[in-house]
Nanobody, 121 residues
Framework: QRQLVESGGGLVQPGGSLRLSCAAS????????MSWVRQAPGKGLEWLSG????????SYADSVKGRFTISRDNAKNTLYLQMNSLKPEDSAVYYC??????????????WGKGTLVTVSS
C-alpha cells in the first residue's frame, strides 16, 4: 500500500526557515518524479516545485524561487522542501505528491495528507 507522509510543519516567524519531509513507501520511490504543492486557507492548490526521479532536475514556481529548495534522498525514500525567508503568505497546508512518470512534466497521481505551515509573529 503506497503512502506519502509529510512532516516538519509548524509555526514559524516571518523570515524564518522550516524543512519539510515526505516519507514514501509502498512504491519504488526512485522511479518517480515528486512535487510539493500547497493550499492556503480559502484558496486553490498551488504547485510549488518538482524534482525528477534521480534528483538531477528541479523546477520552481516564481512565488518560491530563490527561497525554497526541493531535494530527495532515494536511499531513504524521502522528499524534502527547505523553506527559507518565509512570509505570512506562505502559510498553507503543504502536500507532497507523486508523478506517474520519472519527470515532473506528467500527471500527479498520489498525494499525502499534508502538513500545516503557519508563518506569523
Amino acid at each position: 500500500q503506497r503512502q506519502l507522509v509529510e512532516s516538519g510543519g509548524g509555526l514559524v516567524q516571518p523570515g524564518g526557515s522550516l524543512r519539510l519531509s515526505c516519507a514514501a513507501s509502498g512504491f519504488t520511490f526512485n522511479n518517480y518524479a515528486m512535487s510539493w504543492v500547497r493550499q492556503a486557507p480559502g484558496k486553490g492548490l498551488e504547485w510549488l516545485s518538482g524534482i525528477n526521479s534521480g534528483g538531477s532536475s528541479t523546477s520552481y514556481a516564481d512565488s518560491v524561487k530563490g527561497r525554497f529548495t526541493i531535494s530527495r534522498d532515494n536511499a531513504k525514500n524521502t522528499l524534502y522542501l527547505q523553506m527559507n525567508s518565509l512570509k505570512p503568505e506562505d502559510s498553507a497546508v503543504y502536500y507532497c505528491a507523486k508523478y506517474n512518470r520519472d519527470y515532473y512534466a506528467y500527471a500527479m497521481d498520489y498525494w499525502g495528507k499534508g502538513t500545516l505551515v503557519t508563518v506569523s509573529s
